[in-house]
């Protein structure tokens, strides 16, 4: 037998209980168990965390800095990993992004939409994104404000080398449980109303929303993906 590492035996536990914690809340808010998936947010951590948190069973990985996605990316022990960007993308990074990740959680202006749906066009590929909206209306947060979303739903099909799946928040910083739970709840009623309009081929499926303090309260409020990394990481 195979000795597990100090590293792996933390991780495998760390990960545990957010899944027993993820199960609790899907079954609470009365969803199926398949109806949310986590991404590991590996910002924090190097390439041996990364590898090992890969090897307890998160395949999906998430950074929110471009340039560190795409160092992790190319190494080939995390060959196996389906990355999610989650941060802020500039639009100079685009190019060397898309090639490497399965979706963008974090399209936040009509801009980087345009640029990402040329470039992606050129690659031969149609990116999956999700558009962040600031539903807490924090000025420092990126994301479409609620209305500007609304104004941008009939536009959407001029992209077609973009697979526009769902939205994605972050709860106010202040606040605690109870403001998070109006911020996702509010992502949640915007997609449902865009959802009656949508044109067509255009699904909002997907609500990413909930990070290590509050995916709880986001899985109750209907998230599909939820972003975890300090609580994963914690006492590594
Ligand atoms: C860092 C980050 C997370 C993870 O936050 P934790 O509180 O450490 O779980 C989730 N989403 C985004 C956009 C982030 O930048």
Redesign the pocket.
Same mark, same amino acid.
């Given at each position: 037998m195979w000795a597990m590492s100090k590293l792996e035996q933390q991780l495998a536990g760390n990960l545990s209980s957010i899944c027993e914690q993820m199960a609790r809340a899907v079954e609470s808010a009365g969803r199926s168990a398949a109806s949310v998936q986590l991404v590991a @947010?590996t910002?924090y951590v190097g390439l041996r965390e990364t590898a090992a948190i890969l090897a307890a069973g998160c395949e999906t990985l998430g950074e &929110?800095r471009p340039q560190q996605l795409c160092e992790k990316a190319v190494e080939p022990q995390l060959a196996a990993a389906r990355w999610h960007l989650? #941060?802020h993308l500039q639009r100079n990074k685009v190019r060397r992004t898309l090639p490497l990740v399965e979706l963008i959680h974090s399209v936040d202006s009509l801009r980087l939409l345009k640029t990402i749906n040329d470039i992606s066009g050129e690659l031969g590929l149609t990116q999956r994104v999700l558009l962040e909206v600031n539903c807490s209306g924090e000025a420092e947060k990126h994301g479409f404000a609620p209305e500007k979303f609304k104004r941008l739903l009939p536009e959407l099909p001029a992209f077609p080398h973009v697979k526009v799946c769902g939205l994605m928040t972050?709860a106010a910083r202040e606040g605690g449980e109870t403001v998070a739970a109006k911020n996702f709840s509010a992502l949640r009623q915007l997609r449902d109303e865009a959802m009656r309009e949508c044109p067509p081929g255009i699904s909002l499926a997907e609500l990413s929303m909930g990070? &290590?303090?509050d995916f709880e309260v986001a899985i109750r409020e209907g998230a599909t993906w939820v972003? @975890? #990394?300090?609580?994963l990481f914690d006492g590594v």
């Open positions: @947010v910002k &929110s989650i #941060g972050m990070m &290590s303090h972003r @975890v #990394g300090s609580l």
